[in-house]
């Protein structure tokens, strides 16, 4: 998808006041897998309109963020102003960033939109410091396995999809690719797997949303990564 893509669909993803999936499943989680940040330089890699920013700053951290879409980032930068450094970038192309600038990065829903992992996972090498790590959620292989029709698990394909919002329906395709390929990116980036979690959402989700609470009980959506650059 093009960065025109994203912001013709900016309006309508950022209206959603609570998201299960993204609230109260995504965020809390990702969130908690950063860890201290208090003092830390963090780079919030697609960081759409700012939520995980907000948290991370009110965390203790410095944060820049980065999104290929102008009309995502203007979301962000009402919400957060100047608190933090906003960047028009794209994930597949050399980032704007210097070498080991940052202690931690974050990519939240980001990479299953790009065809190929070796130019983002190696820019985020390049951009930590040694010993920084790198948090990363994507789809879940299963997930996207069996919106692909359950066949071709080993498949690496583009995947078309709509999601139902409150202001309407977001048209989306995204790529899909076995557990194996995320594996083999991963270690040719030189990054090396800390933890891989498929995490339950928030317990209020039950009562506030109890069939998504059902879904993400009982089915994978979701896969998180913890990757460490050794020093
Ligand atoms: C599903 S949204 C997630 C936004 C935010 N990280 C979150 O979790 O709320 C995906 C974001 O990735 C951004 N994105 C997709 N492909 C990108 C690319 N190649 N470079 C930079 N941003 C990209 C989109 O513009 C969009 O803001």
Redesign the pocket.
Known sequence: ?T?TD?DKLAKI?EAEKISPW?DLY??PNSIQLMGEVDGLTVL??????G??CADLLAKGATMHG????EK?LAFAKDALGDQVEFKV????QPLPYQEGQFDRILC???LH??EHWSTPLSEFYRVLKPGGKVVISTHHPFMDHALAGGEAYFAHTLIEDSWKKPDGTLYVCYWRRPLTQMMDEIKAAGLEVETIQEPMPVPETEEQFPDAYKKLTTQPRFIFFVLRKLS
């Open positions: 998808m960065a994203f993803y993204n995504e965020r919030d890699a697609g960081c759409g309109g939520k995980h980065f999104d290929m879409s995502m970038a794209d994930l597949s939240a829903l980001a939109y790009l």
